[in-house]
């Protein structure tokens, strides 16, 4: 019986050992080696860190600096505070910073396709396998850019009319205020795109000096609703709202592989829950427009399928004029874009 009672005891010692052991070894292999290098990426945001827009961004250096704590840390110095908006793209190519979290709009000096990116007409983990992301990359890192990928999700533009209309038709002539990207969509539906500080959008939808606006529900759309109450449906743009996470690409090239290769897949799986994130925000503004007596203007099916095709061919048709794009390399985009070939 002793003897027995010896092999147990000796049993149950073993694996206390074996299990202390283990978990030596997990620990010993989440924790760096003492003086291995941490590598650091100072990166600057179009928006200040707290701006709703940017929750996609914070949850990418969330996962980066937890996942990837002890081998790369991102600095998030903050927004257009440190570095202006339309400034930060140049910045990082130049290497006056590491990265970016900005908007396609703000770079299309350096990247003349960038605008195709809200047009692609797709989810950012479809744009991937459709062999988009490549293409779109490989145009940014010829301009001294890797494109890492998106932080946004789904959140459509919509116009905004003080006057409700019944066709396509209608829009001829109808002064409205855009922002760039919306631009030379509003032109190719015959309205006359004005330029109006966003601040000063109401009073000028309240005054009449505009028949409409054009955004996002989950930015201005709520306010705006007062006084332009008739919505276009569907929205456009919305799989693709604009959202770059940049890195110089000297920088990027001087990390290790397997440091890039992290990088890359948190990347690509923050880019779902960033896409949900929105979508909620999205959502939950859309209730509230609703709420406040939002009239929904319904295209026949016609009519709504040519509004989503005028919206990325219009998008083509801008970035067609830039200089050194070629109808070449327009058509390898179309290629690797549903509905476009």
Not at 168 to 182: A, E, H, P, Y
Not at 211 to 221: K, P
């Amino acid at each position: 019986m002793r003897l027995i009672k010896n092999i147990c005891i000796g049993r149950k010692v073993g694996f206390v050992l074996v299990a202390i052991i283990a978990g030596l070894s997990v620990f010993l292999a989440a924790t760096p080696a003492p003086g291995a290098k941490v590598y650091e990426l100072k990166m600057v945001s179009f928006l200040p860190p707290n701006n709703a827009y940017m929750v996609g961004a914070k949850s990418f250096v969330d996962k980066v600096n937890t996942q990837m704590a002890g081998k790369l840390k991102i600095v998030w110095r903050g927004g257009p505070e440190v570095i202006k908006a339309f400034d930060q793209p140049r910045a990082v190519e130049t290497g006056g910073v590491d990265g970016a979290l900005t908007v396609e709009g703000y770079y299309t000096n350096l990247v003349p396709v960038a605008f195709l990116k809200v047009a692609r007409g797709m989810t950012p983990w479809e744009a991937r396998e459709s062999g988009f992301y490549d293409l779109f990359n490989q145009q940014h890192q010829k301009a001294g850019l890797y494109y890492l990928g998106d932080f946004t999700g789904f959140s459509p533009f919509y116009f905004y009319l003080r006057k409700k209309i019944d066709h396509l038709s209608d829009f001829k002539g109808l002064l409205i205020r855009t922002g760039g990207i919306q631009r030379p969509f509003t032109e190719r539906l015959g309205a006359q795109p004005q330029d109006i500080p966003l601040g000063d959008v109401y009073t000028a939808l309240q005054r009449g000096v505009v028949d409409g606006a054009s955004a996002g529900v989950a930015s201005f759309g709520v306010q705006w609703i007062e006084q332009a109450p008739y919505l276009i449906d569907p929205g456009y743009y919305g799989e693709s709202q604009p959202g770059a996470i940049l890195i110089g690409l000297k920088r990027w090239n001087s990390l290790p592989p397997d440091i890039q290769q992290q990088i890359i897949k948190i990347t690509e799986e923050n880019e779902p829950v960033a896409y949900e994130s929105v979508k909620e925000q999205h959502d939950k503004a859309l209730d509230e427009v609703n709420a406040k007596g939002a009239k929904w203007i319904k295209l026949s099916p016609e009519e709504e399928h040519q509004y989503v095709q005028m919206s990325r061919e219009a998008i083509f048709d801008f970035i067609g004029k830039q200089p050194g794009v070629t109808p070449e390399l327009l058509d390898r985009f179309r290629a690797v874009m549903p509905g476009m070939k």
